[in-house]
Structures are given as structure tokens and as C-alpha cells.
């Protein structure tokens, strides 16, 4: 078990000890955006443990894809004398047979990207169904893995089944991107010492998917970095947009048109918004949509705190809304230094101010730790106003147990934040007006302010109740 090679995942290896302990046979599903480390926490984990694994084949068709599966069994019991299968059925007949032979207490199976193996009409499904439920389940001593990227299928197919595999998982890991601390680990664990400010940038720009961050050149800046990665056509990252989507999604197409217009809108749009957006007919389909997105972690959901507002649904993805920004329709941009020459700029500032608001969002547990309130019952909430208050908005709402609403404000710059008295006057009239629309009078409110480097000092700051700063979102919690 190579643990000392794995970032985090704490609660992802709590979960893999425990089925690997288990005195009963185990069914994992391990799920997770494309990029962001799936197949390497399963091999570092059940390094030396498994019995077999194999991997689906990328737009590979049944025979390929069969013959593949033939052929690692093939390899990894050579001396067994097996019959290539020739089909599924007889292709998991085969893996009992070889798998029944090994004198491990424990047979770790691995199938890695799971959703390729399913072709059209080639039974798969029903295979891995007989597999588990007439067999495996049955022994007490097989940990069955399986991964996937396609979440669509792994949702319908697996997780929520309706099928034979219905209520077969015996446990699911989800992988999250990782946070602020670990992608500075990984960074410096690549011999990137960059300061915490640029890591916040390299953060809101590829947010904390362990395969982008692992392609960073330690002997280039970072500006360098997302210059030859994903401005230079040739660039390893300049077409992931596409391929992320096409292998997440089944019918990609729909997905691609609600990210694209949430992203005309950053803090978020409502349903109706969205069917009005992109033309998609209301009903399952777009709930399924809208639902995937939500488990990849590419959008959030979340409520007005305002009585008789619609669910707001809001694109989170660092990635993609940085692809919307930048390279978008901008295939005509030239030369080696695009993002090196914006560094400073207008555009830069505008596009570094929005992202920290999201960079903040995706820290809310680092935030309630340094408030004091980590083990607080918190519900948490965005806010928009009406005309009646000027379109006023909060983006980040926590209403606290302790009868207290925590409203958060970013602000991102390379030195300590100064309020000025334009500011101070905009930020009172907000804290009034969002008094007025939660129509809670016993709860007190308190303006937190999220900065880079904190605040500088003025007058007005007696405003500010709370101050967080950028190294407090490194936070490593318990």
C-alpha cells in the first residue's frame, strides 16, 4: 500500500480499509470527474492486492473491448488454460474460474473505466450483474472495483440502478477536487514553490484537479505555465473542454449548452432561465442534466434566503469558466505570451475578482473554521435583491445556528484591501437591505470580509466584523 504517494483522500482510504478489512464481499464504485485521480488512488491503495484489473477501451468497440479483457486474463494467469470467451457471460465464467484458483484472504478485482466496456447490445451489464449477484457476493472474499468517468452511466447504470445491479454497491467513493492545502502539497511535492497568492491564481484557474496540476513545469512561472499548457494550440490543455465533456457525458451536447449559458450569468440562473437560455424542453431530461452536474461538482445549487425564490444553479467549474473567459470563440489569439502580457491588467483584475468569490465558495469549511463556527449547525445561502434595493447581491450567506447570519465578501488584490468611503456607504445599504429581505429581526448580522492579505488600515473598517484572509483558506482541518 503506497499511501506515502497519495495527497489527502483521507476519507477515501478510511473507506477502502474498511471493505478491504470487511469479512464479506464488497461491491466499490468510485466516481469522479476526468482528471482528478480516480485509477491512482485505487492502484496506490490495493497496490500488491489485486487479483486482477483491467481497463475499458476509449470509443473501442464489443470485439476490442472483449478481446482486451481476453487477453489480461490471459497475461495475468498465464498458468491457467483458459478459452479466449466470446462474450460476456462466458468472459466473467473465465475470471471466476481464474480468480478462484489465487490463495489471497482478500481478491481485489479492478475495472477501470467500467462505462467503456458497455457497448451497444453486447450484454455487458447483464454479465456483471450475473457476475456479482450469483457469485461473487456469495464468497466473502472479493473487493470488486470499479471506476468510471462517464458519470451518466455510472448514475443510471450502477449507482442508481434499476436493475439487477439496484442496491449492489456495498460502498461509493466520490472524488472531489482538491482543496487550497493539498494542491499546495502537490505543488511543492513537484518542486513548485510558488507564494500562496499565485497558488490561488493557478487555483482559480485549474482549479484543484490533480492531473492539470501535475502537468505544471517547475522550471517555468506560472504565467509561463498556463501560457504553453493552454494558449499554445499544441498546448496539452488547449482542447480539454471538448474531451472532458464528450467523456463525462452521454449526448454531451445538452450538457455543454446549460454550461455554456450559466456561464453568460456568474452568479447563477434558475431553471425557467435555463430552458430559456438553451431551448431545452422542462422535465426529466433536464433534471438529469442538471442533477449530473451538480454530482461532478461542475455547478452548485443553492436557495435565496428570500421567501418565493427559485433554486438558483450556478457553474463552479474553475476550468470551464476560465475556457468561457478566454478561449472561447478566441482562436485567433497569437503568440507564446497572451496570459504573461494580461498579468496586471483590467481584464486580469476583473477576471481575478469574480473567480476569488469562487475560490471562496469551494473553502466554505476553512471559512467557518476560522470564524469560530466549524462544528456549527450552518445553513448556507446566496442572495440576490430586487430593483426595490438596487440589485443588490450577497453571494455567500451563512445562517448560523447561533442566531447570527455571516455575510461574506471577497475581494481579491495583491496587497492588504482598503475600504474606501464609497465602499463603507455601498456595503451599509447592503447590509440593510439583505436585513430587510430575511425579515429576522432576533438575528444579529455580521460582515465578514475574505481578502488576500487582509485589510489596510482605515476608518472604515468598523464595519467589518470578521477578517479572513487568503493563508486561512490553506487551512488543513481536523
Known amino acids: 500500500m503506497a499511501l506515502d504517494s497519495i495527497i489527502g483522500r483521507h476519507l477515501e482510504i478510511a473507506k477502502l480499509q474498511r471493505v478491504y478489512d470487511s469479512d464479506k464481499s464488497e ?38 473491448q472483449l478481446k482486451n479483457f481476453n487477453n489480461e486474463i490471459e497475461r495475468q494467469f498465464p498458468s491457467r488454460q483458459i478459452n479466449p470467451a ?16 489465487t490463495k489471497k484472504r482478500r481478491k481485489v478485482i479492478f475495472i477501470d473505466e467500467l462505462p467503456w466496456l458497455d457497448t451497444q447490445k453486447s450484454g455487458f451489464v447483464s454479465a456483471l450483474e450475473n457476475f456479482w ?14 471506476c468510471g468517468s462517464a458519470t451518466s452511466w455510472m448514475m443510471d447504470k450502477l449507482i442508481n440502478s434499476k436493475g439487477g445491479l439496484h442496491n449492489r454497491l456495498t460502498e461509493q467513493l466520490f472524488l472531489e477536487p482538491f482543496n487550497l492545502n493539498e494542491t499546495e502539497q502537490m505543488l511543492k511535492s513537484q518542486g513548485l514553490h510558488l507564494s500562496r497568492y499565485e497558488i490561488g491564481i493557478c487555483y ?12 505544471l513545469d517547475s522550471t517555468q512561472s506560472l504565467a509561463q505555465n498556463v501560457d504553453s499548457l493552454i494558449f499554445d494550440k499544441r498546448g496539452r490543455l488547449h482542447n480539454e473542454f471538448d474531451n472532458l465533456y464528450t467523456a463525462l457525458f452521454k449526448k454531451s451536447d445538452d450538457y ?4 455554456s449559458a450559466l456561464a453568460t450569468k456568474r452568479s447563477g440562473m434558475s431553471r425557467k432561465e435555463i430552458l430559456q437560455e438553451t431551448s431545452l424542453k422542462s422535465g426529466s431530461k433536464i433534471s438529469k442534466i442538471l442533477r449530473n452536474l451538480e454530482y461532478c461538482g461542475f455547478i452548485r445549487c443553492f436557495t435565496d434566503l428570500s421567501k418565493g425564490k427559485p433554486i438558483i444553479y ?15 470563440g478566441k482562436q485567433n489569439i497569437h503568440g507564446k505570451n497572451y496570459w504573461l502580457s494580461l498579468q496586471g491588467k483590467p481584464t486580469f483584475n476583473a477576471w481575478a475578482g469574480l473567480t476569488f468569490e469562487l475560490l471562496c465558495i469551494h473553502h466554505i469549511d476553512q471559512i467557518k473554521w476560522k470564524l469560530g463556527i466549524y462544528n ?4 448556507i445561502y446566496g442572495w440576490r435583491g430586487d430593483s426595490t434595493n438596487g440589485g443588490a447581491q450577497v453571494d455567500l450567506v451563512l445562517q448560523r445556528q447561533d442566531r447570527t447570519f455571516s455575510l461574506c465578501e471577497m475581494k481579491f ?45 482605515s476608518k472604515y473598517n468598523s464595519i467589518v466584523s470578521d477578517q479572513i484572509t487568503l493563508d486561512d483558506l490553506f487551512s488543513s482541518l481536523p
Open 27 to 64: 461491491f466499490v464504485a468510485v466516481c469522479g470527474r476526468r482528471r482528478i485521480g480516480k485509477t491512482f488512488l485505487v492502484k496506490e491503495y490495493f497496490e500488491g492486492k489485486f487479483v486482477f484489473k483491467v481497463s475499458g477501451q476509449s470509443r473501442a468497440g464489443f470485439k476490442k
Open 86 to 101: 466470446e462474450n460476456w457471460i462466458d468472459a466473467f465464467n473465465n475470471l471466476k474460474t481464474c480468480v478462484e484458483s
Open 133 to 146: 449477484n450469483e457469485w461473487a457476493y456469495y464468497r466473502h472474499d472479493i473487493v470488486l472495483v470499479a
Open 204 to 215: 482559480m484557474i485549474f482549479g484543484g484537479v490533480p492531473y492539470y496540476l501535475s502537468l
Open 256 to 259: 455543454v449548452a446549460v454550461v
Open 314 to 328: 450556478q457553474l463552479v467549474d474553475f476550468y470551464t469558466l476560465f475556457y468561457f473567459r478566454f478561449l472561447k
Open 376 to 379: 456549527v449547525l450552518t445553513e
Open 413 to 457: 488584490s495583491e496587497y492588504a484591501y482598503s475600504i474606501s468611503k464609497d465602499e463603507d456607504l455601498k456595503l451599509r445599504n447592503r447590509i440593510n437591505a439583505f436585513k430587510m429581505a430575511a425579515r429576522k429581526p432576533s438575528y444579529s448580522i455580521r460582515l465578514a470580509m475574505v481578502t488576500s492579505f487582509g485589510l489596510e488600515d
